[in-house]
């Protein structure tokens, strides 16, 4: 059974910081892409960072310089490190994790910047 379970979120104000966590089981971590993914209300779900297998890390231009992905293939875990938070980045973090056609998704954790 494959779970993805987030942790991290909470309410920080603006300027601040938090570092989301990602923990991963059932799956081959390694060969996975992994990424984080936000939803806001009345808003598309959009991807926020991304760690490419092979290749570069990705991030949305929104959070280039303030945002860092990493990941822990011994705990099988990925983390979205957020500095600089605005409140514009309030929503709902998502982890997701990829392999070809497979697709998974976790919970969510709300993350919410107080100006």
Do not use: H
């Not at 991290?8 to 390694?30: H, K, N, W, Y």
């Amino acid at each position: 059974q494959v779970q993805l379970v987030e942790s991290g979120g909470g309410l920080v104000q603006a300027g601040g910081s938090l570092r989301l966590s990602c923990v991963t089981s059932g799956i081959t971590f390694s060969i996975y892409d992994m990424g984080w993914y936000r939803q806001a209300p009345g808003k598309q779900r959009e991807l926020v960072a991304k760690v490419i297998r092979g290749g570069i890390n990705d991030y949305a231009e929104s959070v280039k310089g303030r945002f860092t992905i990493s990941d822990d293939s011994e705990k099988d875990t990925v983390y979205l490190q957020m500095n600089s938070l605005k409140p514009e980045d309030t929503a709902v973090y998502y982890c997701n994790a990829r392999w070809y056609t497979l697709n998974y998704w976790g919970q969510g954790t709300q993350v919410t910047v107080s100006s």
